[in-house]
């Protein structure tokens, strides 16, 4: 059974840093993406940052030039380094994963169960 299993979050003033790691525990055959997402109390769930197998990245445009995404592929890992911290990126982070072994463009989603980011002014 695949797992994904996250760490790094709690608490941080304003202007700090925060870096949120996920492990895939368990095995999964083809993994096209692995990212972030991001939803706090009443709000949309949210695109934080994505790194494809093939390396490239997209971020949500509130996190551009602040946070910086990155993989470890042998340990079927990924990271999210948060800089600049602000209150508005309060909300729970949940790792993502993106399965499409048969190129279907329908991937399966694996999630994590999520970890609490909390930013004070």
């Known amino acids: 059974q695949v797992q994904l299993v996250e760490s790094g979050g709690g608490l941080v003033q304003a202007g700090g840093s925060l870096r949120l790691s996920c492990a895939v525990s368990?095995?999964?055959?083809?993994?096209?993406?692995m990212g972030w997402y991001r939803q706090a109390p009443g709000k949309q769930r949210e695109l934080v940052a994505v790194i494809t197998s093939g390396g490239s990245t997209n971020y949500g445009d509130s996190v551009k030039g602040r946070f910086t995404i990155s993989r470890n592929n042998a340990k079927s890992a990924v990271y999210l380094q948060m800089n600049s911290l602000k209150p508005e990126d309060t909300a729970v982070y949940y790792c993502?994963?993106?399965?499409?072994?048969?190129?279907?463009?329908?991937?399966?989603?694996?999630w994590g169960q999520g970890t609490q980011v909390t930013v004070s002014s």
């Open positions: 368990g095995y999964i055959f083809s993994i096209d993406a």
């Open positions: 993502n994963v993106v399965s499409d072994p048969r190129n279907t463009g329908r991937g399966i989603d694996y």
